[in-house]
């Protein structure tokens, strides 16, 4: 019996795919960066199912591939060329097992879209705050598995902080029925954490309980316009100590970026609302939330602006007056990946650092950046309320784009030993997957990496799981 | 040469103790539950002399029994009476090593008093929101090793939602720098999240970059009666979806401790004001906090309290006008461990579960109990905004305290049974040390107990940090 007739025994033939065009949707990577092979693609509908997939894999010393939504940036739920693994899709977990709202939580099979689990807790009145532009295809368990982080990371965290329990078919068809409810348990190793983030390399998340919240009513966003990105630093702490936890977002966009938009609304004949009279060198996009007074976090945003206009932070600010101009100023924020993918691309970074040192690393890198070619243009924007920017790296008008990616690597060179330098991360929230694990294990001190190992070795002696990512 | 020759050698003369009487107070846990003994009790000054410590330990063979400020207790910081075992003492790692604004950061040595912490931050104008009755005392080393919880954990988390960044002193010695300032880092596996919570047995914590928050200038308490758990519970629902963030505690006090407290100060001559002009079963204890605006504050908690009253969920509110009033709300729910230990004790219980069944569980654990021995009284209080009740069992009124000692493995086993039942967790916010280790490991399935297992073995192969605790 052919290896593949045996899986189809075991979970039936329908939940197993063999034909390359059948494979075919599962074995490139969303960016197009990455494509692999694999000895069948296996879409199991139980935990039960992926425990005896994965128990199958490992006695025959079959490499085993997760993947949710197939959304990631880096590669990592994409199998290499060898055709030896198995790439096993959570996309028929979708079951929303549980809601339970005198607990604020709700329990979630891994194959779940973003949205569904968003769009069941409001059902019940509650808000699942985890947010991202591919909300709509991306998986919970691919979340979870990739630490996602998104828009709302300032107030609720990233993925890891709204995880209260697992539950995880380990390397052997082990299932860890890890599924609590309970914001507090000290009764031993937190292996839940082991998991979030680890790109399926310990393990396969096939559900997970999760944190609720209350529904924030009130929503106002503002736009505010800087003179110098120190001078966004400056208003976002003014604005943590208006806001406390009302602050829900504090974005930057360099006015590059918005340019880029700009040229991308226009030909389409979309008409634009100009933002502000003239262009400003720095915008802030800051959300002020509260559960359900919106006169207050009008007064209160309306307030602050002034304040910071005051002192000199920002030059000019607008406010939402409804919740579809609350909409709107976002989509300026929401379509910059878009713009910059109509531009060609760039080169991408997707960085952390202390935000104390955001101002200085952009100033540096800039320079060294323009000292390497005039012909570059850096394209700044991201999360700074996170200390998270996306720094890429483009080309100047008229300039093919191809001027940035020959130069891909000096590029990554300068970028990489700034974030180094002010004590940054080189992966802020894409994670490592095949794209960045070289560089992960390049710039991580030894000590660090040979922990990284042991936990690997100890978890999955036979390197199974998700092998050539991360680590 | 002796052995404690060495390490005096190593160390310097004044950081090795190895006469009895300068041990003694390191070698008792602070219930008085624990005595062990040791081989000599080390007191680095630096991390190089952490490191230099274990490394010795670990040429040697000889266990290391990290202590911070000897206030937990569950006797996770007591070594056994082989006196095999170095006693670590972190007190003399006390420097606040930098605290950065910009970046909403401090980062500490692990001996710092949590109350040093708590000043650093205040004098930056900040808030690190960890707070606990032995504050004076405790150090932030011991509270990241066991995760401690305390009165803000509604809205701040767990020591370890603080925490962004660890350094760490392996079992062989090396040292793991992992002191970052970073929301986001999705780099690999999360280390630090090992180390939290595992009570020294993976190595020693010696020192962390830490989250700070707005200070919260405007406060108000409301004591709240109410007839039923399943009240407080309701209650708590609506305070949750009114106050979202701004609900920073929300404890529940059974009378029977609240008349505890009130027999404790009367006869101390001490003028206690009346709570409410008649007892109610439930007191609940919620605060409302805000960035800076005392007036909003106070309209929102006095409609809440109406909304709850009309509800039919409190039947009588009382708010703070002041800090001094909020202050002296507070004593109530902060005097009811001391009224306890006058009484003589009882039998604790620290256990969390889903919000939802906390009602269930009360009622039914309390009807076992009484059938057990009508003697016994149940005294409920804790975090019900967390899940975490300390639900105690002493005796009623007249009767002696050994009633209930005597009978200490019968009650327990009605109310772990009960907890397991209702998916809760045996301990909560303590941990385990020695005092819960047993019951952890009989309670958790074997594939939970494998995979710690197998953690245990991957960092401290030879069990020599912190043996016979946790695992």
Redesign the interface.
């Known amino acids: 019996m052919e290896p593949i007739d045996e899986l189809r025994e075991l979970l039936g033939a329908d939940a197993v795919l063999g034909r390359a065009a059948d494979m075919a949707p599962f074995l490139t990577d969303w960016r197009g960066r990455y494509t692999g092979r694999a000895l069948a693609v296996v879409q199991p509908r139980t935990t039960g199912q992926v425990a005896q997939a994965v128990a199958w894999c490992a006695r025959h010393g079959v490499p085993v591939v997760p993947q949710g939504g197939n959304t990631g940036l880096v590669g990592g739920a994409t199998p290499d060329t060898s055709a030896r693994a198995v790439l096993l899709s959570t996309r028929r977990l979708r079951r929303i097992r549980a809601v339970?709202?005198?607990?604020?939580?709700i329990t979630v099979e891994a194959g779940c879209p973003l949205q569904e689990v968003q769009q069941a807790a409001l059902a019940h009145?509650r808000l699942f705050p985890l947010s991202l532009a591919s909300q709509g295809s991306c998986t919970i368990g691919g979340n979870l598995a990739?630490?996602a982080?998104g828009t709302q990371?300032l107030?609720y965290?990233?993925a890891?902080?709204l995880a209260l329990g697992l539950e995880v078919v380990?390397g052997d068809g082990?299932?860890?029925?890890?599924l609590?409810?309970?914001?507090?348990?000290?009764?031993?190793?937190?292996?839940k954490?082991?998991f979030?983030?680890?790109e399926g390399t310990?393990g396969v998340i096939t559900a997970a309980t999760l944190k609720l919240?209350?529904v924030?009513r009130a929503r106002v966003v503002c736009l505010l316009a800087c003179d110098t990105l120190a001078a966004t630093?400056a208003l976002l702490?003014r604005a943590?100590?208006?806001?406390?936890?009302?602050l829900t977002a504090f974005e930057v966009m360099a006015d590059d970026c918005v340019r880029l938009v700009d040229a991308m609304a226009a030909p389409a004949g979309r008409q634009r609302r100009p933002l502000f009279a003239q262009r400003h060198p720095w915008l802030v996009l800051l959300e002020w939330s509260?559960?359900?007074e919106a006169r207050?976090a009008q007064d209160q945003c309306e307030q602050l602006c002034a304040a910071a206009i005051a002192a000199g932070e920002a030059r000019d600010a607008l406010l939402s007056q409804s919740l579809d101009d609350a909409q709107s100023l976002w989509q300026v924020r929401e379509s910059i990946p878009e713009a910059q993918a109509r531009r060609g691309g760039n080169v991408k970074h997707d960085i952390?650092?202390?935000?104390?040192a955001m101002a200085a690393f952009t100033a540096e890198t800039g320079q060294a950046l323009h000292a390497l070619s005039t012909d570059l243009q850096v394209l700044v924007f991201g999360?700074l309320g996170?200390?998270?920017l996306h720094f890429n790296v483009g080309t100047r008008d008229g300039v093919p784009i191809a001027a940035a990616f020959d130069r891909e690597a000096q590029i990554n060179d300068i970028v990489y030993a700034a974030v180094l330098r002010h004590?940054?991360?080189?992966?802020?929230?894409?994670?490592?997957g095949q794209l960045?694990r070289d560089l992960?294990q390049r710039t991580?001190?030894p000590?660090?990496m040979?922990?990284?190992r042991?936990?690997?070795?100890?978890?999955d002696p036979r390197n199974l799981m998700n092998p050539g990512k991360?680590?």
């Open positions: 339970d709202p005198a607990n604020d939580t009145d990739t630490n982080g990371v107030r965290g990233n890891r902080d380990l082990t299932v860890w029925d890890g609590r409810g309970l914001r507090k348990d000290n009764t031993g190793y937190d292996l954490q082991l979030i983030g680890s310990l919240f209350a924030p630093v702490g943590r100590a208006r806001a406390g936890p009302a509260e559960p359900h207050h952390s650092l202390p935000v104390g999360h996170d200390g998270n004590g940054g991360s080189v992966s802020a929230e894409h994670g490592l960045r992960a991580k001190a000590e660090e040979a922990l990284m042991a936990i690997k070795q100890a978890m991360l680590i």
